[in-house]
């Protein structure tokens, strides 16, 4: 079975995007590069092509169908913070052509492999750079508060996170987090620092894939004022004293 079939027919596959029939072709370039990158240097983990549909693409998919309910097409600006291989920024992009979708990561050699990737898969409003979070959300930085979403996966624990990704976003601007299932725990210990860096939980929705027993969570976050200027802080600070 193609790995196009494979995403055909898994249970999980948004029907929302089943009429998009370049789709599934574009999602089968990202595993394909994704099992020959991983062959040059380490990217992910999950290497078998099952595992690469189903913890990758179709959880990437899950999000990208989240915001595609919330946005509706509009044109909109969106970044993953801590983007690694491209997930699930590259899935993301693929399916949500409206969106320009910028990828962020510290490693200069996996921001070039995303865009490769991007190019291959035939991805043109998606593009990687390499940075550190807290120095290009920083106060005076032209990525703070310019973006209209942000998403992480497998970054950080939700306070650290909200630190680091919380300063991108404009007022309004809403925050997705794709979190395991200690996702309840984290959101009770960022409490006090969603509040600080000015935003509410909308919600904490949990989704199951069929290989993997424990909940997922996809957690919203509004941006509903400013971020004051103290934050983020130098890392150090914020993984040492979390807020």
């Known amino acids: 079975m193609t790995i196009q079939e494979k995403l055909l027919s ?3 596959f ?3 995007f089943r009429k998009d029939s370049a789709l599934p072709d574009k999602l089968a370039a990202i595993a394909a590069c994704l099992i020959e990158g991983n062959a040059r240097f380490n990217l992910t983990a999950i290497t ?10 179709i959880d990437s998919l899950i999000a990208a169908d989240k915001i595609a309910g919330m946005v509706g097409g509009a044109p909109l600006r969106l970044l993953d913070v801590g983007s690694g291989a491209g997930f699930p920024s590259l899935p993301i992009a693929a399916a949500l052509p409206d969106l320009s979708v910028t990828a962020l990561d510290s490693t200069a050699k996996k921001c070039t492999y995303m865009n ?3 190019a291959k898969a035939n991805i043109p409003h998606f593009t990687a750079v390499s940075g550190r979070a807290e120095e290009l959300a920083a106060p ?10 942000v998403t992480a ?3 950080a624990n939700l306070p650290v996170l909200c630190e680091l990704c919380l300063p991108f976003l404009k007022t309004g601007g809403t925050f997705i987090a794709l979190k395991g ?3 309840p725990a984290e959101i009770d210990a960022a409490k006090g620092a969603i509040k600080k860096l000015g935003a509410a939980l909308i919600g904490c929705e949990e989704y199951h894939i069929p290989s993997d027993d424990a909940p997922r969570y996809l957690v919203t976050i509004a941006k509903t004022g400013d971020t004051p200027r103290a934050y983020p802080r ?3 600070q914020i993984s040492k004293k979390p807020l």
């Open 10 to 12: 898994h249970a999980c």
């Open 14 to 16: 948004p029907a929302r």
């Open 48 to 57: 078998e092509p099952d595992a690469i549909v189903e913890k990758h693409l």
């Open 116 to 118: 490769e990737t991007a």
């Open 140 to 149: 005076g930085a032209p990525m703070r508060a310019s973006f209209d979403l």
């Open 153 to 155: 996966r497998a970054v």
């Open 181 to 183: 299932s200690n996702a």
């Open 234 to 236: 130098h890392y150090a």
